[in-house]
Structures are given as C-alpha cells and as structure tokens.
C-alpha cells in the first residue's frame, strides 16, 4: 500500500511538473511567419518532452492538465493566451494535437524505440518516434483544422505549415537526446523497461 501511494504521488508531481515546463516554455514569445495565424512556439518542445520522458499516460495527463488550466482562463499558452476561444481560433488543432501527440510519443517510446539495442538505433528509433507523434500527429489535427477556421484552402493551409519543419526538427533532435540521456540516467522513470533491452 506504501508503495502504490508513493508510485501516485511520484506520478502527480511528474504530470505537474510538466505541465508547468510546458506553461514555462510559452513564456518564450511566439513567432508569427506567413500568411498562416499559427505562431511559432516552444511549447511543442514540452509535449515531445512529456511524452518521450514520462510515457503515454503520464505524458498524455500532463498535456491534459495544461489545457484545463488554459481552458479555465489561465493565460499560459505563448503570447499570453487562454481561455475557450484559443481552442475555437486557427491555432486550436494543434492546441488538441498535443494530447494524442503525447499519447503516441510515449507509446512510441516505451514500447518500440527504447528496445532497440545500439546508440544509432536507439536514436534513430526515438527520433523517429518523437517525429511521428510531435509532427505528424499534430499537424494531422492543426492543419485541417486552421483550414476550416480561417477558410484557407487545405492545400494552403498545409503549404504554410511547412515553415515550422526545420524548427519542429530540431525541437525534435532536443527531445530524443534528452530522452535518450535521461533514460539512461533514470531507467525507472518508465517502469525500468530498458534495463534489460539498452546495450
């Protein structure tokens, strides 16, 4: 029983205290480039984060607890923003992006690219798994999304978003590595799976 509340209480703080790192990196100023209303920002960088480091759930949850924070007002995304109406303008897809984002990175992570044996797999598979989920994914529900808000042409829409690749790449690039070190550190933080797997 000691053990089951320690493990809870270990993950509330760790949804916490990522939720918060996401909320932090929003105090960076956004970057608007283009005729395409989405800024450029680092809170992406947080969701590849939770997800590669925490896993599926945890990560998902701290996303989760970030968007109830803004939905009830607060103004942690970047720029100052909260509130309904961030998630009804052309950013809100990404904005929703972010919680399958985390879903999939953790998975992705946990179950596939942590088992790989050898530094290059190990980063290549993370890598990978990171840009699945924190571009592929959230673009999937951005993309649409600010087509039909603004009134833009999917195609347009789409063609625009390809001014956030390189910085997405490299948020990226910053992720795995993190993860990959961290991991290697701490290899409890996701139950120890690759304990047995890392060579």
């Known amino acids: 029983m ?3 509340t320690s493990q809870t209480t270990q993950n509330t703080v760790l ?8 909320a932090a990196l929003g105090l960076v100023p956004p970057i608007t480039v283009g005729i395409i209303p989405v800024p450029i920002t680092l809170q992406t960088l947080g969701v590849m984060l939770a997800g590669a480091l925490l896993g599926p759930v945890r990560g998902m949850l701290s996303v989760v ?6 939905l009830a ?3 942690l995304l970047a720029g100052g ?3 309904l109406g961030v998630f009804l303008g052309p ?14 990175i953790g ?9 790989r044996t050898g530094t290059a797999a190990r980063f290549a598979a993370v890598l990978l798994s990171v840009v699945l989920g924190g571009i592929v994914v959230i673009y999937a529900f951005g993309i649409p999304w600010t087509a039909v808000v603004t009134g833009l042409p999917l195609s347009t829409s ?19 590595l993190a993860a990959i070190n961290v991991h290697r550190s701490y290899r409890r933080l996701l139950g120890g799976v690759q304990q047995t797997t890392a060579r």
């Open 2 to 4: 000691a053990t089951d």
């Open 15 to 22: 949804v916490a205290v990522f939720a918060a790192l996401i």
């Open 65 to 70: 607890v970030l968007h109830a924070l803004v």
């Open 73 to 75: 007002g607060l103004p």
């Open 81 to 83: 923003r909260g509130g």
């Open 91 to 104: 950013t809100g897809g990404y904005l929703v992006g972010w919680i399958p984002a985390a879903l999939v």
């Open 107 to 115: 998975a992705l992570v946990q179950y596939w690219a942590l088992r």
């Open 158 to 176: 789409a063609l625009g978003s390809l001014v956030f690749i390189p910085g997405d790449l490299l948020k990226a690039v910053v992720a795995t």
